[in-house]
């Protein structure tokens, strides 16, 4: 079976076509800077006999349906498909599903409406993923395509985690509460952590932490997410790369009145000039770490605060859940670096949560068990694979309404 996931953005498409027999990755690629004068295709791929390629063109590429032509063009001349009826599934990233979807959904008429009523609720990401659907389903109309939410994992926590307290007619009008974002990933590795530790994933108790450019924790009770860190919007929760997470609210009314802020300077303010970046100057943790190691103040700042606020996660996320089995660390940063680890974990034995400074400096590309052998809670380092995932769950609904 071979499934193309397709991650469509405003201004670019991200692709990965998988082999499912075997969840090899046959085709990758993106194309960038869709509508501007000048954009940016590319595709790797694998030839028959395993050899990898690789092949950019820079050149003008108007809108998404010129850009899932090129990727469809490049894929055929690749070989690795013969024509767009070869594909037996496309599984399309979705950020925000809302409450509409809990699970995935098979693309129509009435999701793609759903999806574009969510807009509000999801502007920087929906508008992108619907004109790249749309584009998909014109152009290959045999071909079943599923929507994968972002969302939906969460859509197990309980009303009293997702409510805000503010009051409730703007949950009954506007439907203001946390949905939680990353759930992809989430789901992914709750369950390749499941595995490693040779236990039913509907048992595992589990924090989850993805750590990248965009940062979530989620507390996974029975393998079912209880409550997550992201919100109505990814902006709660963790320090970020750009995004502050969680603050004050209040700030941004002194802000106002202050400096005559307005709602859009608040908004970017927030969302792209705030985090890591707003602290120190980078939103990229490897130059964040090299700056600290150099002497600088402010990158040491940022990287104590990420770290505290991690450590305040992990613990509330232990009271919501009593019994922990593992935390996972995941993403970028989460993956690679193994002081954020550290820091974010000391003196919680308490918790039961006691990392071996050697394992922890180990690397892998497979799951690393970090943890001291004395520690109740396994603590583990899994790659995350969200295209993978969006490959399988396109997959099983595909089978399931055969
Ligand atoms: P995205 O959310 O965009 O998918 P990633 O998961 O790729 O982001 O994570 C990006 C973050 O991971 C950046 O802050 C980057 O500096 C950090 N990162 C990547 N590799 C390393 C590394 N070897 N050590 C420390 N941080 C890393």
């Known amino acids: 079976m071979k499934i193309l996931v397709l991650n469509a953005g405003s201004s670019s498409v991200k692709y990965q076509l998988f082999n499912m027999a075997n969840n090899a990755v046959l085709a990758s690629g993106m194309i960038e800077q869709i509508g501007e004068k000048e954009s940016m ?8 006999d395993d050899v990898e390629h690789k092949r950019e063109q820079k050149c003008a590429i108007p809108d998404h349906d010129e850009a899932l032509k090129w990727m469809s063009q490049a894929l055929i001349h690749s070989g690795v498909i013969k024509d767009l009826n070869d594909l037996d599934g496309i599984g399309h990233r979705v950020v925000q599903g809302g409450a509409s979807f809990q699970e ?5 008429e009435y999701v793609m409406s759903e999806i ?13 993923h619907l004109a790249g659907m749309r584009v998909a389903v014109h152009q290959s109309p045999n071909v079943p395509q599923v929507a994968i939410f972002d969302t939906a994992f969460h859509s197990t926590l309980p009303k009293y985690a997702y409510m805000y307290a503010i009051p409730y007619k703007y949950y009954d009008d506007l439907r203001i509460r946390r949905y939680g974002f990353h759930g992809t990933s989430h789901r992914y590795i709750v369950k390749e952590a499941a595995k490693y530790l040779k236990q039913d994933v509907n048992t595992l108790n589990a924090i989850t932490l993805h750590l990248g450019n965009g940062a979530s924790v989620a507390a996974i009770e029975n393998g079912k997410s209880v409550d997550t860190s992201m919100g109505l919007t990814p902006l709660e929760g963790l320090i970020m790369g750009t995004r502050s997470g969680d603050i004050d609210p209040a700030i941004l009314f002194y802000l106002a009145r202050k ?7 608040l908004d970017k303010m927030l969302n792209k000039e705030s985090g890591l970046k707003g602290i120190c ?16 103040e402010k990158a040491q700042l940022a990287r104590d605060m990420f770290n505290y606020r991690l450590k305040k996660y992990i613990g509330s996320y232990s009271a919501v859940l009593g019994r922990v089995d593992c935390i996972v660390f995941t993403g970028g940063i989460g993956e690679n670096d193994s002081g954020v680890r550290l820091k974010s974990c000391e003196n919680l034995e308490n918790f039961g949560i006691k990392i071996d400074p050697l394992l922890n400096e180990m690397r ?8 001291a052998p004395d520690s109740k809670v396994k603590v583990l380092v899994i790659p995350t694979n969200e295209e993978l995932e969006i490959a399988m769950e396109t997959m099983e609904m595909i089978e399931k309404h055969h």
Do not use: F, W
């Open 281 to 296: 100057g980078s939103n990229d943790m490897r130059e964040i770490t090299q700056m600290a190691e150099e002497g600088d």
């Open 364 to 371: 892998s590309s497979d799951i690393l068990q970090i943890s």
């Open 259 to 265: 400096r005559g802020l307005t709602l859009d300077d």
């Open 41 to 48: 295709a590319k595709i790797k791929y694998k030839d028959a």
């Open 116 to 128: 574009e009523r969510l807009i509000p609720l999801g502007p920087l990401h929906n508008p992108g």
């Open 104 to 108: 995935p959904a098979m693309v129509n």
